[in-house]
Protein backbone atom coordinates (compact mmCIF):
# COMPACT_ATOMS: atom_id res chain seq x y z
CA UNK A 1 0.00 0.00 0.00
CA UNK A 2 1.22 3.20 -1.12
CA UNK A 3 2.31 6.14 1.77
CA UNK A 4 -0.53 8.06 1.17
CA UNK A 5 -3.10 5.36 1.33
CA UNK A 6 -1.99 4.45 4.31
CA UNK A 7 -1.91 7.72 5.77
CA UNK A 8 -5.22 8.21 4.70
CA UNK A 9 -6.42 4.86 6.06
CA UNK A 10 -4.65 5.64 9.68
CA UNK A 11 -6.50 9.02 9.80
CA UNK A 12 -10.26 7.24 9.19
CA UNK A 13 -9.49 4.64 11.40
CA UNK A 14 -8.67 7.48 14.20
CA UNK A 15 -11.90 9.29 13.08
CA UNK A 16 -14.37 6.98 14.13
CA UNK A 17 -12.59 6.52 17.28
CA UNK A 18 -11.39 10.04 18.92
CA UNK A 19 -13.09 13.05 19.75
CA UNK A 20 -11.43 15.31 17.31
CA UNK A 21 -10.71 19.29 18.60
CA UNK A 22 -11.57 21.05 15.51
CA UNK A 23 -13.24 19.99 12.02
CA UNK A 24 -12.47 22.26 9.35
CA UNK A 25 -14.48 22.12 6.24
CA UNK A 26 -13.14 23.68 2.93
CA UNK A 27 -9.28 22.78 1.88
CA UNK A 28 -9.05 26.90 -0.48
CA UNK A 29 -6.20 29.09 1.51
CA UNK A 30 -8.51 30.10 4.44
CA UNK A 31 -9.25 26.36 5.49
CA UNK A 32 -5.75 25.42 5.08
CA UNK A 33 -4.62 28.09 6.77
CA UNK A 34 -6.41 27.47 10.01
CA UNK A 35 -5.73 24.12 10.09
CA UNK A 36 -2.25 25.01 9.69
CA UNK A 37 -2.66 27.41 13.01
CA UNK A 38 -4.61 25.37 15.02
CA UNK A 39 -2.15 22.30 14.02
CA UNK A 40 1.43 24.01 15.09
CA UNK A 41 -0.55 25.23 18.45
CA UNK A 42 -1.45 21.29 19.18
CA UNK A 43 -4.55 20.63 18.58
CA UNK A 44 -6.14 17.87 17.01
CA UNK A 45 -7.34 18.65 13.34
CA UNK A 46 -9.41 17.45 10.61
CA UNK A 47 -9.54 19.15 6.75
CA UNK A 48 -11.53 17.97 4.69
CA UNK A 49 -12.58 19.17 1.12
CA UNK A 50 -15.24 17.89 -1.19
CA UNK A 51 -12.42 18.16 -4.21
CA UNK A 52 -9.10 18.91 -4.56
CA UNK A 53 -7.07 21.62 -2.62
CA UNK A 54 -7.93 24.45 -3.84
CA UNK A 55 -9.97 23.41 -6.53
CA UNK A 56 -11.97 26.96 -6.29
CA UNK A 57 -11.60 30.50 -5.90
CA UNK A 58 -7.98 29.98 -4.39
CA UNK A 59 -6.73 28.73 -7.42
CA UNK A 60 -9.02 31.27 -9.33
CA UNK A 61 -7.48 34.64 -8.40
CA UNK A 62 -5.08 37.03 -10.02
CA UNK A 63 -2.24 35.88 -7.68
CA UNK A 64 -1.32 38.97 -6.29
CA UNK A 65 -0.07 39.09 -2.20
CA UNK A 66 -1.29 42.99 -2.31
CA UNK A 67 -2.71 45.79 0.23
CA UNK A 68 -5.24 46.74 -3.16
CA UNK A 69 -4.12 50.09 -4.34
CA UNK A 70 -7.77 50.17 -5.69
CA UNK A 71 -9.25 49.93 -2.24
CA UNK A 72 -7.90 53.55 -1.53
CA UNK A 73 -10.35 55.05 -3.51
CA UNK A 74 -13.18 53.43 -1.21
CA UNK A 75 -11.47 54.58 2.39
CA UNK A 76 -10.54 50.67 2.99
CA UNK A 77 -7.93 52.38 4.97
CA UNK A 78 -7.64 49.62 7.64
CA UNK A 79 -7.73 46.34 4.89
CA UNK A 80 -5.07 47.91 3.00
CA UNK A 81 -2.68 48.54 5.91
CA UNK A 82 -3.49 44.93 7.28
CA UNK A 83 -2.89 43.22 3.63
CA UNK A 84 0.36 45.61 3.07
CA UNK A 85 1.92 44.10 6.53
CA UNK A 86 1.08 40.68 5.24
CA UNK A 87 3.00 41.16 2.03
CA UNK A 88 6.69 40.70 3.51
CA UNK A 89 5.28 38.41 5.88
CA UNK A 90 4.27 36.15 2.95
CA UNK A 91 7.48 36.84 0.66
CA UNK A 92 10.03 35.69 3.69
CA UNK A 93 7.43 32.71 4.50
CA UNK A 94 7.56 31.40 1.16
CA UNK A 95 10.06 33.21 -1.13
CA UNK A 96 9.93 30.11 -3.99
CA UNK A 97 6.31 30.82 -4.83
CA UNK A 98 6.42 34.56 -3.41
CA UNK A 99 8.39 37.15 -5.33
CA UNK A 100 8.16 40.55 -5.51
CA UNK A 101 6.38 42.38 -8.34
CA UNK A 102 6.94 45.90 -9.92
CA UNK A 103 3.86 47.49 -11.66
CA UNK A 104 3.71 49.83 -13.74
CA UNK A 105 0.52 52.14 -14.47
CA UNK A 106 0.49 54.07 -17.60
CA UNK A 107 -0.94 57.35 -16.82
CA UNK A 108 -3.79 58.27 -18.92
CA UNK A 109 -4.89 62.08 -17.95
CA UNK A 110 -8.37 61.52 -19.09
CA UNK A 111 -8.85 58.80 -16.32
CA UNK A 112 -7.81 60.01 -13.14
CA UNK A 113 -5.30 62.56 -12.41
CA UNK A 114 -1.64 62.68 -12.05
CA UNK A 115 -1.70 64.38 -8.52
CA UNK A 116 -4.55 61.95 -7.18
CA UNK A 117 -2.46 58.63 -8.62
CA UNK A 118 0.92 60.09 -6.83
CA UNK A 119 -1.15 60.85 -4.00
CA UNK A 120 -2.54 57.52 -3.60
CA UNK A 121 0.92 55.72 -4.36
CA UNK A 122 2.58 57.79 -1.51
CA UNK A 123 -0.27 56.37 1.06
CA UNK A 124 0.05 52.68 -0.62
CA UNK A 125 4.09 53.25 0.51
CA UNK A 126 3.44 54.62 4.40
CA UNK A 127 1.01 52.41 4.85
CA UNK A 128 2.91 49.03 4.61
CA UNK A 129 6.55 48.44 5.70
CA UNK A 130 8.55 47.51 3.46
CA UNK A 131 12.22 46.10 3.42
CA UNK A 132 12.11 43.50 0.48
CA UNK A 133 9.97 45.96 -1.76
CA UNK A 134 10.97 48.51 -3.51
CA UNK A 135 8.91 52.42 -3.03
CA UNK A 136 6.43 53.59 -5.72
CA UNK A 137 8.35 56.59 -8.01
CA UNK A 138 7.59 58.22 -11.63
CA UNK A 139 8.79 56.68 -14.68
CA UNK A 140 9.60 58.31 -18.49
CA UNK A 141 7.70 55.40 -20.44
CA UNK A 142 10.03 56.85 -23.46
CA UNK A 143 12.95 54.99 -21.80
CA UNK A 144 11.89 52.78 -19.52
CA UNK A 145 11.40 49.02 -21.05
CA UNK A 146 7.73 48.79 -19.91
CA UNK A 147 7.20 51.70 -22.46
CA UNK A 148 7.95 49.72 -25.68
CA UNK A 149 4.73 47.31 -25.83
CA UNK A 150 2.53 50.17 -25.28
CA UNK A 151 0.89 52.04 -27.83
CA UNK A 152 2.14 55.92 -28.65
CA UNK A 153 0.42 58.52 -26.70
CA UNK A 154 1.65 57.15 -23.20
CA UNK A 155 4.72 58.90 -22.23
CA UNK A 156 4.24 58.81 -18.12
CA UNK A 157 3.57 56.31 -15.56
CA UNK A 158 3.97 55.40 -12.04
CA UNK A 159 5.59 52.07 -10.86
CA UNK A 160 4.81 50.60 -6.87
CA UNK A 161 5.57 47.31 -5.77
CA UNK A 162 3.38 44.35 -4.43
CA UNK A 163 4.10 40.53 -4.60
CA UNK A 164 2.94 37.74 -6.86
CA UNK A 165 1.99 34.50 -5.67
CA UNK A 166 1.19 30.75 -6.75
CA UNK A 167 -2.50 30.85 -4.90
CA UNK A 168 -2.81 27.15 -5.71
CA UNK A 169 0.55 26.03 -4.27
CA UNK A 170 0.30 28.23 -1.83
CA UNK A 171 -3.42 26.52 -0.05
CA UNK A 172 -1.35 22.67 -0.63
CA UNK A 173 1.59 24.01 1.26
CA UNK A 174 -0.63 25.07 3.91
CA UNK A 175 -2.10 21.76 3.68
CA UNK A 176 1.02 19.98 3.88
CA UNK A 177 2.20 21.84 7.18
CA UNK A 178 -0.72 21.10 8.97
CA UNK A 179 -0.34 17.25 7.90
CA UNK A 180 3.63 17.47 8.72
CA UNK A 181 2.47 18.81 12.41
CA UNK A 182 -0.14 15.85 13.03
CA UNK A 183 -3.12 17.72 11.07
CA UNK A 184 -5.19 15.09 9.05
CA UNK A 185 -6.08 16.63 5.47
CA UNK A 186 -8.65 14.41 3.63
CA UNK A 187 -9.15 15.49 -0.02
CA UNK A 188 -12.41 14.55 -1.84
CA UNK A 189 -14.25 14.37 1.11
CA UNK A 190 -17.64 16.20 1.06
CA UNK A 191 -19.06 17.35 4.73
CA UNK A 192 -22.39 16.02 4.41
CA UNK A 193 -24.02 17.09 7.92
CA UNK A 194 -23.15 17.77 11.33
CA UNK A 195 -25.03 18.25 14.22
CA UNK A 196 -24.27 19.65 17.44
CA UNK A 197 -24.73 17.45 20.16
CA UNK A 198 -23.85 19.48 23.31
CA UNK A 199 -20.86 20.38 23.33
CA UNK A 200 -19.40 17.88 20.37
CA UNK A 201 -20.36 18.38 16.96
CA UNK A 202 -21.44 14.65 15.02
CA UNK A 203 -20.26 14.88 11.75
CA UNK A 204 -20.92 12.71 8.64
CA UNK A 205 -18.10 13.05 5.63
CA UNK A 206 -18.58 11.33 2.56
CA UNK A 207 -15.26 10.62 0.84
CA UNK A 208 -15.13 10.33 -3.44
CA UNK A 209 -13.03 6.78 -2.84
CA UNK A 210 -15.23 5.11 -0.46
CA UNK A 211 -18.73 4.03 -0.98
CA UNK A 212 -21.02 5.21 2.20
CA UNK A 213 -20.15 7.77 5.10
CA UNK A 214 -18.23 8.38 7.91
CA UNK A 215 -18.24 9.97 11.42
CA UNK A 216 -16.30 11.77 13.20
CA UNK A 217 -16.87 13.88 16.55
CA UNK A 218 -15.57 17.18 17.09
CA UNK A 219 -15.19 20.15 19.59
CA UNK A 220 -15.42 22.50 17.31
CA UNK A 221 -16.28 23.27 13.75
CA UNK A 222 -14.76 25.64 10.84
CA UNK A 223 -16.83 26.64 8.20
CA UNK A 224 -14.42 27.85 5.74
CA UNK A 225 -16.52 27.05 2.16
CA UNK A 226 -15.95 30.38 0.63
CA UNK A 227 -18.76 30.63 -1.86
CA UNK A 228 -20.08 28.10 -0.26
CA UNK A 229 -20.59 29.06 3.15
CA UNK A 230 -24.44 30.04 3.33
CA UNK A 231 -25.09 26.39 1.32
CA UNK A 232 -23.13 24.74 3.98
CA UNK A 233 -24.69 26.45 7.20
CA UNK A 234 -28.45 25.52 5.36
CA UNK A 235 -28.02 21.95 3.98
CA UNK A 236 -25.73 20.60 6.36
CA UNK A 237 -25.92 22.66 9.53
CA UNK A 238 -29.70 22.91 9.19
CA UNK A 239 -28.78 26.67 10.06
CA UNK A 240 -29.21 29.97 8.99
CA UNK A 241 -25.63 32.27 9.32
CA UNK A 242 -26.09 36.10 10.35
CA UNK A 243 -23.22 37.19 7.47
CA UNK A 244 -24.13 36.62 3.89
CA UNK A 245 -21.82 36.52 1.03
CA UNK A 246 -22.91 38.25 -2.34
CA UNK A 247 -21.33 36.33 -5.32
CA UNK A 248 -18.99 37.96 -7.90
CA UNK A 249 -17.52 36.01 -11.18
CA UNK A 250 -14.19 36.89 -11.62
CA UNK A 251 -12.56 35.44 -14.87
CA UNK A 252 -8.97 36.27 -16.34
CA UNK A 253 -7.52 35.27 -19.66
CA UNK A 254 -4.21 34.14 -20.64
CA UNK A 255 -2.39 34.53 -24.01
CA UNK A 256 0.65 34.49 -25.78
CA UNK A 257 3.06 37.00 -23.92
CA UNK A 258 2.28 40.99 -24.63
CA UNK A 259 5.45 42.09 -23.25
CA UNK A 260 8.98 40.83 -22.83
CA UNK A 261 10.18 42.00 -19.18
CA UNK A 262 9.45 41.11 -15.94
CA UNK A 263 7.01 44.24 -14.48
CA UNK A 264 2.94 43.58 -14.72
CA UNK A 265 0.60 46.28 -15.70
CA UNK A 266 -2.09 47.71 -13.71
CA UNK A 267 -4.60 49.01 -16.23
CA UNK A 268 -7.62 51.65 -15.67
CA UNK A 269 -10.23 51.81 -17.92
CA UNK A 270 -13.25 54.41 -18.86
CA UNK A 271 -15.56 52.28 -16.30
CA UNK A 272 -13.42 53.14 -13.43
CA UNK A 273 -12.40 49.59 -13.20
CA UNK A 274 -8.74 48.23 -13.21
CA UNK A 275 -7.21 45.53 -14.83
CA UNK A 276 -4.14 43.29 -14.28
CA UNK A 277 -1.41 41.92 -16.77
CA UNK A 278 0.53 40.36 -15.83
CA UNK A 279 4.19 38.21 -16.93
CA UNK A 280 3.05 34.59 -16.40
CA UNK A 281 4.53 31.41 -17.00
CA UNK A 282 7.26 32.88 -18.82
CA UNK A 283 5.42 32.44 -22.16
CA UNK A 284 2.29 34.09 -21.51
CA UNK A 285 0.53 37.14 -20.08
CA UNK A 286 -2.23 36.68 -17.76
CA UNK A 287 -4.96 39.66 -17.93
CA UNK A 288 -8.07 40.00 -15.15
CA UNK A 289 -10.11 40.13 -13.78
CA UNK A 290 -13.55 40.83 -14.40
CA UNK A 291 -16.40 41.44 -11.61
CA UNK A 292 -20.24 40.11 -12.69
CA UNK A 293 -22.67 39.34 -9.75
CA UNK A 294 -23.01 35.47 -10.33
CA UNK A 295 -26.02 33.23 -8.70
CA UNK A 296 -24.95 29.65 -10.37
CA UNK A 297 -23.08 27.04 -8.69
CA UNK A 298 -19.86 28.02 -7.78
CA UNK A 299 -18.27 24.97 -9.22
CA UNK A 300 -19.73 25.57 -12.86
CA UNK A 301 -18.50 29.42 -13.43
CA UNK A 302 -16.85 29.50 -16.47
CA UNK A 303 -15.63 33.01 -18.55
CA UNK A 304 -18.72 34.53 -20.91
CA UNK A 305 -17.75 35.64 -24.08
CA UNK A 306 -18.39 39.26 -22.74
CA UNK A 307 -15.73 38.96 -20.28
CA UNK A 308 -13.70 37.83 -22.89
CA UNK A 309 -14.30 40.61 -25.17
CA UNK A 310 -14.14 43.18 -22.05
CA UNK A 311 -10.79 41.80 -21.12
CA UNK A 312 -9.44 41.68 -24.61
CA UNK A 313 -10.65 45.57 -25.49
CA UNK A 314 -9.33 46.51 -22.09
CA UNK A 315 -5.73 45.45 -23.61
CA UNK A 316 -6.27 46.70 -26.61
CA UNK A 317 -6.28 50.37 -25.45
CA UNK A 318 -2.75 50.04 -24.22
CA UNK A 319 -0.83 47.63 -26.19
CA UNK A 320 0.16 47.98 -29.78
CA UNK A 321 -0.57 44.36 -30.15
CA UNK A 322 -4.13 43.62 -30.55
CA UNK A 323 -5.15 40.82 -29.16
CA UNK A 324 -8.81 39.22 -30.20
CA UNK A 325 -10.72 35.96 -28.07
CA UNK A 326 -8.91 34.03 -30.58
CA UNK A 327 -5.82 35.03 -29.34
CA UNK A 328 -6.85 33.21 -25.32
CA UNK A 329 -5.45 29.94 -25.27
CA UNK A 330 -6.74 29.28 -21.58
CA UNK A 331 -9.10 31.11 -19.18
CA UNK A 332 -10.44 30.51 -15.48
CA UNK A 333 -13.32 31.97 -13.37
CA UNK A 334 -13.42 32.03 -9.76
CA UNK A 335 -16.90 33.11 -7.42
CA UNK A 336 -15.70 35.88 -4.80
CA UNK A 337 -17.72 35.33 -1.79
CA UNK A 338 -17.98 38.96 -0.74
CA UNK A 339 -19.02 40.13 1.93
CA UNK A 340 -22.91 41.44 1.94
CA UNK A 341 -22.67 45.26 2.19
CA UNK A 342 -25.12 48.06 0.97
CA UNK A 343 -23.09 48.88 -2.11
CA UNK A 344 -24.74 48.80 -5.37
CA UNK A 345 -21.70 48.74 -7.35
CA UNK A 346 -19.82 44.99 -7.36
CA UNK A 347 -16.65 46.50 -7.20
CA UNK A 348 -17.24 48.56 -4.40
CA UNK A 349 -17.85 45.36 -2.15
CA UNK A 350 -15.44 45.45 0.55
CA UNK A 351 -12.86 42.70 0.08
CA UNK A 352 -12.77 42.40 4.45
CA UNK A 353 -13.73 39.44 5.63
CA UNK A 354 -15.61 38.43 8.60
CA UNK A 355 -15.48 35.83 11.65
CA UNK A 356 -18.91 35.04 12.80
CA UNK A 357 -18.65 32.46 15.74
CA UNK A 358 -21.39 30.72 17.80
CA UNK A 359 -20.14 29.70 20.93
CA UNK A 360 -22.81 29.60 23.73
CA UNK A 361 -21.38 28.01 26.92
CA UNK A 362 -21.75 24.46 26.69
CA UNK A 363 -22.42 24.42 22.83
CA UNK A 364 -19.65 23.32 20.87
CA UNK A 365 -18.47 26.30 19.02
CA UNK A 366 -18.90 27.15 15.02
CA UNK A 367 -17.01 29.62 13.41
CA UNK A 368 -17.77 30.34 10.03
CA UNK A 369 -15.63 32.34 7.43
CA UNK A 370 -17.10 34.90 4.77
CA UNK A 371 -15.00 37.16 2.17
CA UNK A 372 -11.63 37.78 2.48
CA UNK A 373 -8.27 37.53 0.59
CA UNK A 374 -5.24 35.04 -0.51
CA UNK A 375 -3.17 38.01 1.16
CA UNK A 376 -5.03 38.02 4.44
CA UNK A 377 -5.44 34.74 4.99
CA UNK A 378 -2.68 34.03 7.73
CA UNK A 379 -3.56 36.86 9.88
CA UNK A 380 -7.55 35.76 9.51
CA UNK A 381 -6.72 32.40 10.52
CA UNK A 382 -5.29 33.41 13.31
CA UNK A 383 -8.07 36.33 14.44
CA UNK A 384 -9.91 32.83 13.50
CA UNK A 385 -7.74 31.29 16.58
CA UNK A 386 -9.06 33.50 19.26
CA UNK A 387 -12.35 33.39 19.05
CA UNK A 388 -12.02 29.52 18.93
CA UNK A 389 -9.97 29.72 22.16
CA UNK A 390 -12.00 29.83 24.98
CA UNK A 391 -14.32 27.18 23.54
CA UNK A 392 -11.57 24.30 22.98
CA UNK A 393 -10.40 25.72 26.41
CA UNK A 394 -6.93 27.43 25.19
CA UNK A 395 -4.86 26.80 22.10
CA UNK A 396 -0.89 27.74 22.01
CA UNK A 397 0.06 31.52 21.10
CA UNK A 398 0.83 32.71 17.53
CA UNK A 399 3.37 31.27 16.17
CA UNK A 400 2.54 31.37 11.81
CA UNK A 401 4.41 34.75 11.34
CA UNK A 402 8.09 34.10 11.42
CA UNK A 403 7.78 30.61 10.43
CA UNK A 404 8.70 29.10 6.88
CA UNK A 405 6.53 27.11 4.61
CA UNK A 406 7.67 23.61 3.33
CA UNK A 407 10.35 24.34 1.12
CA UNK A 408 10.48 27.97 2.12
CA UNK A 409 13.40 27.71 4.59
CA UNK A 410 15.60 29.93 1.88
CA UNK A 411 18.85 31.79 3.79
CA UNK A 412 17.75 35.21 3.51
CA UNK A 413 15.08 34.78 1.14
CA UNK A 414 17.01 35.14 -1.60
CA UNK A 415 15.58 32.76 -4.17
CA UNK A 416 18.66 33.36 -6.99
CA UNK A 417 21.23 32.34 -4.79
CA UNK A 418 18.92 29.20 -3.80
CA UNK A 419 18.27 28.97 -7.67
CA UNK A 420 21.96 29.07 -8.25
CA UNK A 421 23.32 27.05 -5.47
CA UNK A 422 21.04 24.00 -7.45
CA UNK A 423 22.31 24.28 -10.77
CA UNK A 424 26.23 24.34 -8.95
CA UNK A 425 25.34 20.52 -7.16
CA UNK A 426 22.85 19.23 -9.91
CA UNK A 427 24.47 20.84 -13.50
CA UNK A 428 22.83 18.13 -15.12
CA UNK A 429 19.33 19.50 -14.68
CA UNK A 430 17.92 22.08 -17.77
CA UNK A 431 18.40 25.59 -16.46
CA UNK A 432 14.51 26.01 -17.00
CA UNK A 433 13.72 22.88 -14.86
CA UNK A 434 15.55 23.81 -12.51
CA UNK A 435 14.11 27.11 -11.94
CA UNK A 436 10.92 25.50 -12.44
CA UNK A 437 11.48 22.87 -9.89
CA UNK A 438 13.15 25.91 -7.09
CA UNK A 439 10.27 28.08 -7.75
CA UNK A 440 7.64 24.90 -6.83
CA UNK A 441 9.44 23.13 -4.15
CA UNK A 442 12.09 25.79 -2.63
CA UNK A 443 14.11 23.66 -0.39
CA UNK A 444 11.70 20.43 -0.47
CA UNK A 445 13.23 20.16 -3.98
CA UNK A 446 15.77 17.65 -2.15
CA UNK A 447 12.98 15.39 -1.14
CA UNK A 448 11.46 15.45 -4.74
CA UNK A 449 14.23 14.36 -6.30
CA UNK A 450 15.31 11.88 -4.35
CA UNK A 451 18.93 11.37 -4.73
CA UNK A 452 18.35 11.49 -8.83
CA UNK A 453 22.10 11.87 -9.98
CA UNK A 454 21.37 12.24 -13.65
CA UNK A 455 18.28 13.14 -15.96
CA UNK A 456 17.59 9.50 -16.69
CA UNK A 457 17.21 8.83 -12.41
CA UNK A 458 14.33 10.92 -12.78
CA UNK A 459 12.41 8.40 -14.56
CA UNK A 460 9.62 8.02 -17.27
CA UNK A 461 9.26 11.63 -19.11
CA UNK A 462 5.46 12.36 -19.66
CA UNK A 463 6.52 15.79 -21.86
CA UNK A 464 7.03 19.19 -21.01
CA UNK A 465 9.97 18.54 -18.03
CA UNK A 466 7.45 16.19 -15.76
CA UNK A 467 8.81 13.67 -14.96
CA UNK A 468 8.30 10.32 -12.70
CA UNK A 469 10.05 11.69 -9.94
CA UNK A 470 7.80 14.52 -9.49
CA UNK A 471 4.48 13.09 -10.38
CA UNK A 472 5.10 10.18 -7.70
CA UNK A 473 6.13 12.98 -4.58
CA UNK A 474 2.96 14.82 -5.53
CA UNK A 475 0.99 11.72 -5.24
CA UNK A 476 2.65 10.35 -2.26
CA UNK A 477 3.26 14.09 -0.53
CA UNK A 478 0.99 16.50 -2.20
CA UNK A 479 -2.56 14.94 -2.29
CA UNK A 480 -2.35 15.07 -6.04
CA UNK A 481 -5.11 12.14 -7.40
CA UNK A 482 -5.73 13.21 -11.20
CA UNK A 483 -3.77 14.52 -14.08
CA UNK A 484 -6.06 17.83 -13.24
CA UNK A 485 -4.57 18.56 -10.15
CA UNK A 486 -0.72 17.63 -11.56
CA UNK A 487 -1.10 19.85 -14.33
CA UNK A 488 -3.64 23.07 -13.07
CA UNK A 489 -2.99 22.95 -9.84
CA UNK A 490 0.49 21.69 -8.28
CA UNK A 491 2.03 23.22 -11.70
CA UNK A 492 0.64 25.17 -14.70
CA UNK A 493 2.34 22.32 -17.19
CA UNK A 494 -0.98 22.49 -18.83
CA UNK A 495 -0.16 25.14 -20.62
CA UNK A 496 2.89 24.02 -22.00
CA UNK A 497 2.07 20.23 -23.32
CA UNK A 498 -0.50 18.58 -25.79
CA UNK A 499 -3.15 16.57 -24.40
CA UNK A 500 -1.07 13.62 -24.80
CA UNK A 501 0.65 14.41 -21.37
CA UNK A 502 -2.69 14.32 -19.51
CA UNK A 503 -3.80 10.68 -20.88
CA UNK A 504 -0.23 9.58 -20.02
CA UNK A 505 -0.78 11.01 -16.25
CA UNK A 506 -4.46 9.63 -16.32
CA UNK A 507 -3.29 6.28 -17.41
CA UNK A 508 -0.68 6.26 -15.03
CA UNK A 509 -2.86 7.71 -11.74
CA UNK A 510 -6.15 5.58 -10.33
CA UNK A 511 -8.05 7.75 -9.39
CA UNK A 512 -8.00 10.10 -12.71
CA UNK A 513 -11.32 10.93 -13.77
CA UNK A 514 -13.44 12.86 -16.33
CA UNK A 515 -12.42 16.17 -15.14
CA UNK A 516 -8.55 16.02 -16.53
CA UNK A 517 -10.39 15.25 -20.06
CA UNK A 518 -12.90 18.21 -19.51
CA UNK A 519 -9.89 20.80 -18.88
CA UNK A 520 -7.86 19.76 -21.74
CA UNK A 521 -10.04 20.32 -23.84
CA UNK A 522 -11.12 23.43 -22.50
CA UNK A 523 -7.11 24.72 -23.24
CA UNK A 524 -7.72 23.30 -26.22
CA UNK A 525 -10.60 24.72 -27.59
CA UNK A 526 -9.96 28.32 -26.17
C1 LIG B 1 -11.27 36.57 -9.74
C2 LIG B 1 -10.66 36.66 -8.36
C3 LIG B 1 -9.46 37.31 -8.19
C4 LIG B 1 -8.90 37.39 -6.91
N1 LIG B 1 -7.66 37.95 -6.79
C5 LIG B 1 -7.08 38.00 -5.57
C6 LIG B 1 -5.76 38.49 -5.46
O1 LIG B 1 -5.10 38.83 -6.45
N2 LIG B 1 -5.23 38.56 -4.21
C7 LIG B 1 -5.91 38.16 -3.11
O2 LIG B 1 -5.37 38.30 -2.02
N3 LIG B 1 -7.15 37.64 -3.19
C8 LIG B 1 -7.74 37.55 -4.40
N4 LIG B 1 -9.00 37.00 -4.53
C9 LIG B 1 -9.71 36.55 -3.32
C10 LIG B 1 -9.29 35.14 -2.92
O3 LIG B 1 -9.06 34.32 -4.05
C11 LIG B 1 -10.37 34.51 -2.05
O4 LIG B 1 -10.71 35.37 -1.01
C12 LIG B 1 -9.91 33.21 -1.42
O5 LIG B 1 -9.36 32.35 -2.39
C13 LIG B 1 -11.07 32.54 -0.72
O6 LIG B 1 -10.61 31.34 -0.18
P1 LIG B 1 -11.57 30.37 0.61
O7 LIG B 1 -10.71 29.36 1.25
O8 LIG B 1 -12.45 31.18 1.49
O9 LIG B 1 -12.53 29.76 -0.52
P2 LIG B 1 -12.26 28.59 -1.59
O10 LIG B 1 -10.93 28.67 -2.18
O11 LIG B 1 -13.40 28.58 -2.57
O12 LIG B 1 -12.32 27.28 -0.71
C14 LIG B 1 -13.52 26.75 -0.17
C15 LIG B 1 -13.47 25.25 -0.37
O13 LIG B 1 -14.52 24.65 0.37
C16 LIG B 1 -14.85 23.45 -0.30
N5 LIG B 1 -16.17 22.98 0.15
C17 LIG B 1 -17.36 23.58 -0.08
N6 LIG B 1 -18.34 22.85 0.50
C18 LIG B 1 -17.76 21.78 1.09
C19 LIG B 1 -18.24 20.67 1.84
N7 LIG B 1 -19.56 20.50 2.09
N8 LIG B 1 -17.35 19.76 2.31
C20 LIG B 1 -16.02 19.90 2.06
N9 LIG B 1 -15.52 20.92 1.35
C21 LIG B 1 -16.36 21.86 0.87
C22 LIG B 1 -14.82 23.86 -1.77
O14 LIG B 1 -14.68 22.73 -2.62
C23 LIG B 1 -13.65 24.82 -1.81
O15 LIG B 1 -12.46 24.20 -2.28
C24 LIG B 1 -9.58 36.86 -5.79
C25 LIG B 1 -10.78 36.20 -5.98
C26 LIG B 1 -11.31 36.06 -7.25
C27 LIG B 1 -12.56 35.28 -7.47
Not at 242 to 252: D, E, I, L, T
Not at 336 to 356: H, M, N, Q
Request: hydrophobic share 45%.
Amino acid sequence: MGEAKARRRDALAALGRDTLDVLVVGGGINGAGIARDLAGRGASVVLCEKDDLASHTSSSSTKLVHGGLRYLEYYEFSLVKKALAEREVLLKSAPHIIRPLRFVMPHDRSLRPAWLIRAGLLLYDRLGKRQLLAGSASVDLHKHPAGKPLRAGFAKGFLYSDAWVDDARLVVLNALDASERGATVLTRTRCVSARRAGAVWEVTLQSLAHAGTRSAKARALVNATGPWVVDLARDALAMTPKGNVRMAKGSHIVVRKLFDHDCAYILQNPDRRIVFAIPYEGDFTLIGTTDVEYDGDPAAAAISLDETRYLCETANRYFERVIAPGDVVWSFSGVRPLLEDESKDLSAVTRDYLLECDAAAGRAPLLSVFGGKITTYRRLAEEALDLLAAGLGGVGAAWTSGVPLPGGDIADADFERFLAALQRQRPWLPANLARRYARAYGTRVERMLAGARGIEDLGAAYGGGLYEAEVDYLVRVEWAATAEDILWRRSKLGLHVGPETAERLAARLPAADAMTTREMRHAADA
